[in-house]
Each structure stands twice: as structure tokens, then as C-alpha cells.
């Protein structure tokens, strides 16, 4: 298995712009989560899916922020429209049991 | 309110010597705890976990110890290694299939 797929692996956008973030999750694992890191906050759960079906959406900054799970192969992370204070790393990852959590390799996202 | 607390952004250590990152949590709830590592430019990888009826979980250099009462938990890594200068963080559970509650990490510098 390749693991958790994330793309792009670095965004860099203007203020203003729609992005989307995507992730492949592993095949089989039930639960994906969308984080972002940050060096103030570290890492800071913004939403997960279980079964495909947003569970806690509550670390969604404002309503600039959208996520999709439309299959338990492919989600999406949107960002419109992206403002500066958006640049952080963000990750996904997925699991099956607690102990497998298996994060991406993350995106970057730059908002100039 | 952070449940889960590192409060020391960075260590270094001298290479051989004993590195000891400490993680303090809030919810006496939690029963599962895990300790992630994470280099440049990759997600975190799971490292070491403990449950909350054991004090202490031995892995090779690595050693995490739990203590209830002052809920407080620390990972050992003896003896260290340039290899493992990353970023650790610290996270807790309820119980395995609730979501994992993160600290901020602690960035290990190891020097030869």
C-alpha cells in the first residue's frame, strides 16, 4: 500500500484564490481526519470522517473552510476564498483501530 | 483549553546522552496515550503507545512512562541518536476509537 496520498505537495496561491486540497486515504481504513499545523497551535484537528460521513466539524476555522468525502477513497480540504493566515502545512490521515493512524506527507499551502 | 500540553518547544541533547520529553494532559478520561515523531516534510509516524493500566511500555530506546496521578507522561529515549532529532508529539484517547487529542510538539535537537 502506498500509504496516505496528499496533493498537491506545495500550493502557492494568492489572496483571494480558491484551493483544494485532496487526499487518498489507505484502502480499508474507515476514519480520515484533516489537519493543520502550525507553529503556534501545533497540530489541530479541523474535521473527520467516519465511513465517509463528517463526525466533528468543529475545528473548522470559519466558513471559508469546506470538506468533502464524497467516496472512502478520495476526499477534498477547499479553502475559498484563501487568505494569508491560511499558510500552514495540512495533513490528512486515516485509520483503522487507534493505532493505525497513518498520516500523508502534507501540503504546504502558501497564501501570498 | 489544551487537554493535552508539552510545554517545551524545543530540547537538545548531547548525542549518547538520555533524552526525556515530558507530556502533560488535563481529562482524567483518557486511557490511551501515544507519542508520534515527525521529520521535515513528512507526516508524523506513529512511535510508541501506552495504555492507562500500565506505567510503563518498553520499545528499544525507547520508553514512555505514565503517571496517573499527576497525569503526567514522559518518553525516554536512551541512548540518542542524530537520527532521532524530529518533532515529537504527544497525543491522547478516550478510549480506541475516539478521535486522538494532540499537544504541540517538542522539537529534538541531538548534537554529535
Known amino acids: 500500500d502506498a500509504g496516505v496520498i496528499q496533493s498537491p505537495r506545495h500550493e502557492v496561491t494568492e489572496m483571494g484564490q480558491e484551493v483544494t486540497l485532496r487526499c487518498k486515504p489507505i484502502?480499508?481504513?474507515?476514519?480520515l481526519f484533516w489537519y493543520r499545523q502550525t507553529m503556534m497551535r501545533g497540530l489541530e484537528l479541523l474535521i473527520y470522517?467516519?465511513?465517509?460521513?463528517?463526525?466533528?466539524d468543529s475545528g473548522m476555522p470559519e466558513d471559508r473552510f469546506s470538506a468533502k468525502m464524497p467516496n472512502a477513497s478520495f476526499s477534498t480540504l477547499k479553502i475559498q476564498p484563501s487568505e494569508p493566515r491560511d499558510s500552514a502545512v495540512y495533513f490528512c490521515?486515516?485509520?483503522?483501530?487507534?493505532?493505525?493512524?497513518?498520516f500523508g506527507s502534507g501540503t504546504r499551502l502558501t497564501v501570498v | 483549553d489544551q487537554q493535552v500540553k508539552q510545554n517545551s518547544p524545543s530540547l537538545s541533547v548531547q548525542e549518547g546522552r538520555i533524552s526525556i520529553l515530558n507530556c502533560d494532559y488535563t481529562?482524567?478520561?483518557?486511557?490511551?496515550f501515544l507519542w508520534y515523531k515527525k521529520y521535515p516534510a513528512e507526516g508524523p509516524t506513529f512511535l510508541i503507545s501506552?495504555?492507562?493500566i500500565k506505567d510503563k511500555n518498553e520499545d528499544g530506546r525507547f520508553t514512555v512512562f505514565l503517571n496517573k496521578s499527576a497525569k503526567h507522561l514522559s518518553l525516554h529515549i536512551v541512548p540518542s541518536q542524530p537520527g532521532d532529532s524530529a518533532v515529537y508529539f504527544c497525543a491522547a484517547s478516550v478510549d480506541s476509537n475516539y478521535q486522538l487529542i494532540w499537544g504541540a510538539g517538542t522539537k529534538l535537537i541531538i548534537k554529535p
Open positions: 484502502s480499508g481504513h474507515n476514519s
Open positions: 501506552i495504555s492507562s
Open positions: 481529562n482524567s478520561m483518557f486511557d490511551y
Open positions: 470522517f467516519n465511513n465517509n460521513v463528517p463526525i466533528d
Open positions: 490521515a486515516s485509520r483503522q483501530g487507534l493505532y493505525g493512524y497513518t
